[in-house]
Nanobody
């Protein structure tokens, strides 16, 4: 069964860093554009960043530009989100999916909590 599995979340103080990983399992997503999304408590899920299948084009939500970096390694079938200078408003569950997202590929997500 094809799935994407997120990892790397945790609790960090404001100003800290985390690196999230998204690994595919059961199917290679190397030919898909991929993205990171997040959902904060009581809010709708929102787009954070996406990367082309080759990794040569990226796009970010305005509020994370300059702080987050999306990348991928198609040999390892893994996508990353390096998050620096984290803010309390970055607290959310983070998910990866194709771009545009495909419903069956939503995983459990990984929780990121930023304390002030």
């Amino acid at each position: 069964q094809a799935q994407l599995v997120e990892s790397g979340g945790g609790l960090v103080q404001a100003g800290g860093s985390l690196r999230l990983s998204c690994a595919d399992s059961g199917y290679s997503f190397s030919s898909y554009a991929l993205g990171w999304f997040r959902q904060a408590p009581g809010k709708e899920r929102e787009f954070v960043a996406h990367i082309s299948w080759r990794g040569d084009s990226t796009y970010y939500k305005d509020s994370v530009k300059g702080r987050f970096t999306i990348s991928r390694d198609n040999v390892k079938n893994t996508m990353y989100l390096q998050m620096n200078v984290l803010k309390p408003e970055d607290t959310a569950f983070y998910y990866c999916n194709t771009v545009p997202p495909i419903g069956v590929f939503w995983g459990q997500g990984t929780q990121v909590t930023v304390s002030s």
